[in-house]
């Protein structure tokens, strides 16, 4: 991929001679921003361009090209492909449109592109697609007229976009606000080269730290899963804008780039259990990757707020307790500090107000903010200030500049005045590269999301060295038995099948045993002790209370002879062709709280586990968690406290505890089976999962399991 | 108040000679802003400010004066007032701080203010404010460094805040970007007039279209539920920006202007039956203000989008979908008119993508725009582009002129792109007044509050109407018995005391009645039948069950004998002191949906009435809606579809659907009652109300009331 994103040598093919369309643009861009590596138009009207020889074909170039940009009829591109290939070119990127986006004979054109692709191993970028910015080495191998900025600025933020127009109209406004990036590509319709493989490069890229993602769908949940736990690793954030959140954006998406959106739900808990920061508006990738270029990244989610108007004040302070920040009372210690300069204080008061005073006492104002950043309590600072103009101004914006600069923590600043009383402020600001919010909230969002990865990122290095143990532990278990017992049952298990499937990943299920005779039930019964539940254990029989087939609280051998025999004749009544094993004898279980834990299979990410209590919860309030599998405790915990309902666990109403520790066990387990039989089992709904009080353990009352 | 703000001379006390300083500003923007009254500095220390004679005291103005500004250490602040009471002057505004906000000290002299301004009825403004500006008629009574620009950009948008450092900067901002302003007014801490009367003045100024309101704490309901009516019958929104929503943000509230910033649920639950648009960032203002001020009240919720990139499209239709509003499909006609211009597109899909092929068709775009407009489903428009640069984006910024500036209904502008690259399109713009956007959420937003707010106007408008006449044969039943019978009760009602209240005002409760002996217990259980419950009556056992004072499910002559006795001795035994009124004989209702309704009193806007279902919807799950007392069937209505479990009513899991009319029916008699007994009642819980199947109403089971 290196040479994708640093190509020595780039031919345009269907070069233009006006500099204004799409086919004449990358020549003047590649030009003005200094691109060191050669330049081949190609056209046969065309003998030179510009101050460049023209090429009939490819194949005439007498150099080696590292990379094709193709911007012709949608009917020719194959044809040029062709051609590359045979030049031995390894990257094109496609800007035509026509393809699948269009309509059928694109759609159809499109396949044999993504078959050449596969046949030749050539990388295609788009079709439909704006091409790649490689900012710190001046690679402007694109046509959108964001590039008409000159300078470009360079930084740490590597932009992947399945949308052209949007994308590099963000890029666009981002750019003109400072904001610098290292990389921006344009996706298009994906036939070869996707978003997902791109972020991967980046992730790799020292030069890049932030990663932004504009998705509409993606193909593989695999290297997702991989690209972000590398960004855990290497603490470098991923921000997402994940559109198609509902049924009419899903719509709309289908129709734009023909991509699957996918389930919104499992996105959002996929990003999640990532610590991927999922934005809903542009300007906040603009806000987060402006900041982020400039703060080291955060380490906790204790916020510190300090302000000149106890009106802004407040809004950040709600913002940030409204998102999931912690607003800590100050120390003794930073109190005192801040006493010394606000007399009237005293109080452990976060936000921080130092009104107006600020500009008769600007050192005062420093000691609050070198005060706060002291404390232990404080992973981050939020600075509001409001319409302060002049010379009082520009000597606070030099303050601001300096600690922004010489501080080990992250500070975000807000400065809520229109540009034009207070443009000499902020130029100081902007020299010194701090970057700066208007918007109170934004500022908060913003640092915010950061210092929520951050504290996310801290559990998660640490879970990850809890759990290394058990993982190999759980992984030395074959897979084999389960898969050899799968194997020899019908598409659709039985209840008894699936729990002993279950019972194989050391899954708790309830005591029960078939029998086939008065005498057999007589013999278990012996072993289980009353009382016991009684059913028909047969794979054609799936609704057992309509049939009859189903007797509970058992409480003697007499019951259960009469019960046997009913279950069994009532059975054979009600589905004469039916193939009946026996009657499945089974204890009764303490009364415990009853959930539900199940398996989907997600196209894109693979096994999903779901979670919720039974009932009116779940059918009603669809109060449900889902992860992507597999996953570990703390991640199952999470899951659980997740659910509205997680006081009925926790022992409301003056209910004993559930035995929740059990109960994250389970669902681990669970995901572990859900990834190991991933391509066998289809679907599993575990319907109850008995959770018994604390300290006595789960037990699985029902499940269903079908094979794929 | 017209005096208030248009005052025809204005005293600033304490006036500078010093332009920069608080006392000194006032005259520069009065003079710099074309003040056409009477300006009188005044200060002992000068003979003249600026071409201005300087008065020694406010005793020696010569002429009247409507307005005195007051700039001077707060410990001289009573003196003036009292200086400015003999001089007559009617209005007064106290920039000072050193009030409520700053201690003991403070507090005491702004208690005497306000006893000041009470006594002598002279309107004080502040302190701790920052002044009030009349823009169109170039009144700028303030010192913020706002007035700094020129010139001011007078608009249709009223503004009060209780902050004046964030709301002058707020309007700073707006200002700079176009945004226009009939009115600010800083209010501070409130000692006189408070922010609801200003709105109420605003409200009926004919320059006045839409309220803003930068509001921490109120310190009248009636008034806010006068100017909210008003809004709604005149189509003037009110927007309101209300903090302290959370824990940390309301402590942070009480200190600053020393307001009680109340139940942030009872706010909500306000502005939501009353149409007021709650934002929560101050860019939001800028956005709903600088919109409004542009375009005419949208009429519904069906928003068309046109776009020239899918994935703002996408982006836009997802925020609209989320905040509630309609995405429609389009009808056959619009359809065939796009199909006009875009041969591909015949599907009924909105957002609808013109792609860049707006740059060659201009007049195709054009022809999109206007078949969306004329389209019956579509209440409001949002036109969203990308980077369409140089002429072919001069072009298209002359044509959104003109269809903007022709349109019947709304249009919202979103242009995603630079200021850079595009200032030529957007000077096209702002010439022709055309608000636009950079981001297509915060498009779709400003014009998406407004479009649900004309949505909730035209049902406000339907049910009032439907409504008058219930209202008014409510309103002729006396309450007189009602009261009468409350008085002769406990503080405490027992629960067949508080059934007794509840039927006088027709609220259906159990059939029961008080037995003191066998025989009276065996007559009443002949009238009502079997099964009957057996409870104690008695005004001092509040706990029946603990104390065995309550008997379910009788139904038999021997079994209500038994059953009295148990339960007459019990209580004896339970509480030897309590007075004992005899057994409460009641029916036991069939069984229903048990939900719980209820009266608070909130001190700001008085009884508020509170729906939820029972057992873990309200213990676990806090699933509850509230309004403020009274209310109409329809809002009733909103009330119960707004809990979560609202499935449960509505017959989830195969139950029969709830009588939901009757529920509604009972929440307004409760509201009513709340209204009419509001000095009376302290707390009403009616736990369980019992709602039976559709058709077979509702029943109190249960009650609790508490006097005041």
């Known amino acids: 991929m290196d040479k994708f994103f640093n190509p020595r040598s780039i031919a345009i093919v269907g070069a233009s001679k006006d500099f204004t369309s799409i086919s004449g643009k990358p020549i003047k861009y590649l030009l003005e921003h200094g691109y060191a590596g050669k330049i081949y138009p190609v056209n046969p009207k065309y003998q030179e ?35 590359c290939h045979a030049k031995g070119v390894k990257h094109a990127a496609i800007f035509s449109s026509g393809f699948a986006e269009a309509g059928e004979e694109g759609k159809k054109l499109q396949q044999e592109i993504t078959a050449l692709a596969k046949e030749t191993g050539m990388r295609v970028l788009g079709p439909n697609c704006q091409g790649m910015v490689n900012l710190p080495n001046k690679i402007t191998a694109g046509f959108s007229a964001s590039l008409e900025n000159k300078p470009l600025v360079p930084g740490s933020t590597g932009f992947v976009t399945q949308s052209g127009a949007l994308g590099y109209s963000i890029f666009n406004m981002a750019q003109e606000l400072g904001v610098g990036f290292s990389y921006i590509v344009s996706t298009g319709n994906e036939v070869d080269l996707h978003s997902l493989e791109l972020m991967e490069y980046m992730m790799e890229d020292d030069s890049t730290n932030l990663l932004v993602a504009y998705l509409e769908g993606i ?130 008061m976060n936000p921080v107000d130092v009104t107006a005073q600020v500009i008769n006492d600007p050192k005062g104002f420093m000691k609050v903010l070198d005060a706060m950043l002291d404390s232990d309590n404080i992973d981050g600072l939020v600075v509001v200030i409001t319409m302060i103009a002049g010379t009082a101004g520009e000597r606070l914006a030099r303050d601001i500049t300096d600690i922004s600069q010489r501080a080990q923590k992250p500070i975000a600043i807000c400065w809520t005045a229109g540009d034009r009383l207070m443009d000499n402020c902020f130029a100081i600001l902007r020299k010194g590269e701090v970057p700066y919010f208007k918007s109170p909230v934004r500022c908060v969002k913003a640092l915010g999301v950061l210092m929520n990865y951050g504290y996310f990122r801290g559990r998660w290095q640490q879970r990850d060295e809890v759990e290394a143990g058990v993982s190999a532990s759980a992984k030395t278990r074959s897979a084999e038995p389960a898969r050899e017992f799968l194997s020899r049952c019908d598409h659709r298990l039985t209840e008894h099948q699936g729990k002993q499937l279950l ?86 279980v303490e009364k415990g709280t009853e959930v539900i834990v199940g398996i989907n299979n997600d196209p894109q990410f693979g096994p999903v586990v779901v979670f919720g209590l039974g009932g009116i919860f779940v059918e009603v309030l669809k109060d449900i968690s889902m992860r992507v599998a597999p996953f570990n405790h703390a991640q199952a915990m999470d899951m659980i406290k997740e659910i509205k309902g997680y006081g009925v666990l926790a022992g409301a109403r003056g209910q004993a505890p559930a035995d929740i520790e059990a109960l994250a066990d389970v669902l681990v387990k669970v995901s572990r089976m859900a990834e190991t039989m991933k391509d066998e089992i289809k679907e599993l709904d575990i319907n109850p999962l008995l959770v018994l009080p604390q300290g006595k353990g789960v037990k699985v009352a029902d499940a269903l399991v079908i094979k794929k």
């Open 49 to 83: 361009i510009g101050n460049f020889k023209c090429y009939p074909g490819v194949a005439e170039i007498p150099g080696e090209v590292d990379m094709a940009l193709i911007a012709i009829n949608y009917k020719r591109v194959l044809q040029v492909l062709t051609d």
């Open 503 to 588: 019972a194989q990943f050391d899954i708790p299920v309830t005591q029960e045993q078939v029998a086939r005779t008065e005498a057999e039930a007589l013999e278990i019964a012996g072993r289980l002790g009353f009382p016991l539940a009684v059913k028909v254990d047969s794979p054609d029989i799936m609704h057992k209370t309509e049939a009859g087939a189903l007797r509970l609280f058992i409480n003697s051998n007499e019951e259960l002879v009469q019960a046997f025999n009913e279950v069994m004749e009532n059975s054979r009544k009600y589905a004469p062709d039916a193939r009946i094993n026996g009657a499945l004898v089974q204890e009764m």
């Open 219 to 348: 193909k593989d949940g695999d290297t997702f899963k991989r690209v972000s736990r590398r960004g855990l690793e290497l603490g470098k954030p991923i921000v997402a804008l994940k559109v198609g959140r509902t049924d009419v954006g899903q719509k709309a998406a289908s129709s734009h780039t023909a991509s699957l959106t996918g389930s919104d739900d499992v996105f959002d808990a996929f990003f999640r259990q990532n610590g991927i920061i999922r934005v809903d508006d542009i300007e906040d990738i603009i806000d987060i990757a402006g900041l982020f270029n400039n703060i080291p990244l955060p380490e906790g989610k204790g916020l510190g707020i300090v302000t000149t108007s106890g009106g802004a004040g407040i809004l950040a302070a709600d913002t940030a307790v409204a998102m999931g920040l912690a607003v800590p009372e100050l120390d003794e210690a930073t109190r005192a500090k801040i006493g010394t300069v606000i007399p009237d204080y005293g109080s452990a």
